[in-house]
């Protein structure tokens, strides 16, 4: 596998809108986040990459863009942004831009003249179809509910399509002006300095045209989830195109999110030829995708999301990397998720971010996992921002449940669970506004947040810095970059193991996962092995002797071991 200056990065998402606010109007902003630039460095982490910042009318908080070359007046000016790179680029940082091209927004200018000229050039930016038999051209329903299919405004005949909300119409990738358009900007950006991209809802761009005027439902609004718009082949080409024509030039990263590929398309799109340099591993979020709906999704449950993890490393082993997460701002916090109640404290949070951070793979940490934020009691559904949310709400009172059950199913899995803001100190609204914020804090800021547990020693935050730096040790590179992944003990209940192995040198991770103690029998090469990290505040409780490692509830222990 070829060596790439990215590979042995730790990347940090920001989500602009809750990360901080400089000016009290209670959206985070550029600004916000280059007075806190110095933090981002010392909490060891060197690549960002920030969710849209672009101008928008916030229907899908940024991800319908409306001026791909301008920044959201709530976020600040382009002088701003280019600051924000310079002070990146000062602090040997890179930076990578969100890049949502499988739609834009309704205020875009496009679709603005396409909507004054429904038959002239810019429609064919667009999918505009007739109307069948006086209603939507099909019923295909949108990610976030309801029919992909809208009328074009002052149309009564005649549909856009949307696969997400309303206000992010598609775009026509076989039109080849709109593509060439597309590519410019993106070049534009990579010219200004940024190091590349997170590519959003990629894999939607390639459909299939014929648009089928009926499909069976798949749910009691009698509509079908729209992914089989997308299904079917081509994608590879398009994904090429783009590649040779803005990112190889400047030897950019792409990290592409795509859902839905099997192990068997991965080295299409992650080899030393592949369509992104890395994507995103899903493997273990999916496991609530084979469900109808958030009700319906059973208790966490160790065992499956252990062996999704490992079949997702060995997935990617021969070929190429995939970018790791534990939440995002799609997802709900992992400490919450993740974790069964009872271990959802410092010590089984700092044991799911060593999995996290050692895993094969480029660690991507979202901002406030490292204090170990967690999901939001939220009072009622009425405050949910995310349209997501309202939709899972509805679709589960559709399905049969209570009111109350679907309201559990949003505390639970809504994407805003992440997406309040960042929590930096004690003071009022967690430091993070002078203002009121656009969704409300966590009210436990005033134990988790940053300021207090810079200050402790056995913080969350303070692990999370020793984690880091483990991961970005050159002299463990060998291991914890390249070395391969070697699930152990899965024998053992509840007890999360693998092996990163490398020629001359192997890093073993053992977790305990269980209520009790558990002694863990090592081999003779492996009890000569030293302790690098372990979660224990008392050292001496998890020890090693007599070749049998002994840890208590939560525990979790890094050892590096030389080989001959
Ligand atoms: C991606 C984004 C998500 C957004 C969607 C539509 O999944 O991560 O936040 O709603 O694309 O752009
Ligand atoms: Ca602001």
Not at 57 to 84: H, K, N, R, T, V
Not at 254 to 265: A, N, P, R
Not at 354 to 376: A, D, K, V
Request: with cysteine.
């Amino acid at each position: 596998m070829k060596r790439e200056w990215w590979h042995n990065l730790v990347a940090y998402q920001i989500y602009p809108k809750s990360f901080m606010d400089s000016n009290g109007d209670g959206i985070g902003d550029l600004r916000g986040i280059i007075s806190r630039l110095d933090y981002l460095q010392d909490l060891g982490v060197d690549l960002i990459w920030l969710s849209p910042v672009y101008s928008s009318p916030f229907m899908d908080q940024g991800y319908d863009i409306s001026d791909y070359y301008g920044i959201a007046e709530e976020f600040g000016s382009m002088e701003d942004f280019d600051e924000l790179l310079s002070e990146v680029k000062k602090r040997n940082m890179y930076l990578i831009m969100d890049l949502v091209i499988n739609h834009c927004s309704t205020e875009h200018e496009w679709f603005k003249k396409a909507v004054s000229d429904p038959y002239g050039p810019y429609a064919d930016y667009f999918y505009f179809r007739k109307a069948v038999d006086g209603r939507e051209p099909s019923n295909l329903r949108s990610y976030f509910g309801g029919n992909v299919w809208e009328l074009v405004p002052g149309q009564s005949d005649l549909y856009y399509l949307h696969m997400y909300t309303p206000g992010q119409p598609d775009l026509n990738w076989g039109n080849d002006e709109l593509r060439q358009k597309l590519y410019d900007m993106v070049n534009w950006w990579l010219d200004k300095g940024i190091d590349g991209f997170r590519v959003d809802a990629i894999m939607d761009i390639c459909k299939d045209t014929s648009f089928p005027t009926y499909y069976e439902p798949d749910g009691p609004d009698g509509l079908r989830f729209c992914k089989v718009l997308t299904e079917g082949p081509g994608i590879g080409p398009m994904l090429d195109d783009l590649r040779d024509s803005c990112i190889r030039p400047h030897n950019a990263i792409t990290v592409g999110e795509c859902f839905g590929l099997s192990g068997g398309e991965l080295e299409e799109f992650i080899g030393d030829n592949g369509h992104f340099s890395t994507i995103f591993d899903f493997t273990a979020h999916s496991l609530i995708h084979k469900h109808k709906c958030w009700a319906e999704v059973p208790e966490f449950d160790f065992n499956s999301w252990r062996d999704a993890i490992i079949s997702g490393q060995h997935e990617s082993m021969d070929f190429g990397f995939r970018a790791n997460v534990i939440e995002n701002h799609d997802e709900p916090r992992g400490a919450s998720r993740y974790l069964p109640t009872w271990a959802q404290n410092d010590a089984g949070i700092k044991m799911l971010g060593t999995i996290h951070m050692l895993l094969r793979g480029i660690p991507f940490i979202y901002q406030g996992q490292e204090i170990g934020m967690q999901n939001m009691p939220f009072g009622d559904i009425d405050e949910y921002n995310d349209p997501n949310t309202h939709m899972e709400y509805d679709l589960a009172l559709l399905e049969g449940y209570s009111k109350e059950e679907a309201f559990q199913s949003c505390l639970r899995f809504s994407r805003d669970n992440a997406r309040t803001p960042m929590q930096w100190n004690n003071s009022t609204n967690s430091g993070f506004t002078t203002g009121t914020p656009w969704l409300p804090v966590n009210p436990n800021y005033t134990n988790i947040n940053v300021e207090l547990e810079n200050q402790n020693p056995a913080s969350i935050l303070n692990y999370y810095k020793k984690l880091i730096a483990l991961r970005k040790d050159p002299a463990l590179a060998e291991a914890l970059v390249y070395g391969s992944f070697q699930e152990e003990y899965l024998e053992e209940e509840n007890v999360f193991a693998f092996r990163r192995v490398s020629p001359h040198l192997e890093v073993l991770v053992i977790t305990n996962w269980n209520r009790d103690c558990v002694e863990i029998p090592l081999s003779n090469r492996d009890s000569n092995g030293t302790i690098l990290l372990t979660n224990c505040l008392d050292q001496n409780s998890c020890h090693l002797s007599d070749g049998v490692i002994t840890l208590h509830p939560l525990d979790a222990i890094v050892l590096s071991i030389k080989r001959p």
